[in-house]
């Protein structure tokens, strides 16, 4: 690709972009509208790609995914949270600690470098932590990869696990709207990226467009119940902009690093889904509470697909299960930078 100009080499990346995009999600997989360009990106940057996404550009995906996170914070979790938060608390605790054993681990046998693993093995929050990854020195070309592959590994598990339970075959999205009316919550939520992006450029956050706009649109949302509209389409572009710009800058060198280092990453995800398979397994013995529902709310990541399988079952509770998944999401998003970064000191020690 190198040899073509940058509108050709720009042409081909989106076309690329939506023929993964579509095959993803014709196959059910998580994450397609940012898997699909990353893997495109990948495919361009390892035959010479040149182009680049501009920071602006990046900068306002990010703040849009801010927006997104925000968004999805409900009120409704607090009771919830307040009448199991003992737990919870133990539940997410024991997550983390897991987590950053098997981070901890592939950092300290030189399976990926630096705090890469680390980052990469954080359970929950993918997007987020790709993001913040870079900021904190890791690769983030590396995180995204672990990250992804755990989010696809553990969606794809919870369906087959929910499928012992409750036929879901038959449960269908909705069609999506890709251009639903502007509303004025559109003037808002654009109000709420610019704010909370410039707040975290003064406050000098890592990642400051999107954990700028995270706090302050979380803030907007629960402390005044302002609702953020963020359509199909503006989602989507965000999605291709955040996946082009780690994708876009894979090499063939990194790619093949990565995929020598498959095979661990593969049973560090296979552990982590056994580990939180069987704190389900206590959970729903000594507490009594349906089997399906202690494992969804205890699965590490995927929280869409996992909200999807909840629906469709009958006998979980969802609300226990989106609010143990927000529980941890809050809190591997809020400690998840520190304690990446003790992890990591450890393992240079």
Known sequence: MARLRPPQQWLELVVLSLLFAGALELAALPAALLIGP?????????????????????????????????????????????AEWALFFGTVVATLTASSLLGWLISRWRILPGTTAVWGSSPGAATAMVLMAGAFGADQRLVAFMQ?????????????????????????????????????????????????????KLLRLPSPFFLGTFIF??????????????????LAVSYAMVGWSIGLNFTRPI????????????????ALIAFCGGMAFVTSRVLGIDPLTAYLATSPGGMDSVAIIAAAAQNVDISFVMALQSARFLVVLLIGPSVAKLVARNVRD
């Open 38 to 82: 990353m893997l495109a990106a990948i495919l361009a940057g390892t035959n010479g790609a040149t182009v680049r996404v501009p920071r602006a550009l990046f900068g306002s995906a990010q703040a849009v995914v801010g927006c997104l996170v925000a968004n999805s914070i409900s009120v409704d979790i607090f009771p919830v949270f307040y």
């Open 148 to 200: 992804y592959l755990r989010v696809i590994f553990v969606s794809m598990t919870a369906a087959l696990v929910a499928k012992m339970w409750v036929d879901t075959s038959g449960v269908e999205m909705p069609p999506i709207v890709w251009f639903p009316p502007i509303d004025p919550l559109a003037g808002a939520t654009l109000g709420i990226a610019i704010v909370g992006g410039l707040l975290g």
């Open 217 to 234: 649109g979380t803030v907007i949302h629960l402390g005044f119940s302002v609702p953020m509209q963020l359509p199909p389409w503006l």
């Open 255 to 270: 790619l093949r690093h990565a995929a020598r280092a498959l095979p661990q990453i593969i049973a560090s995800i296979v």
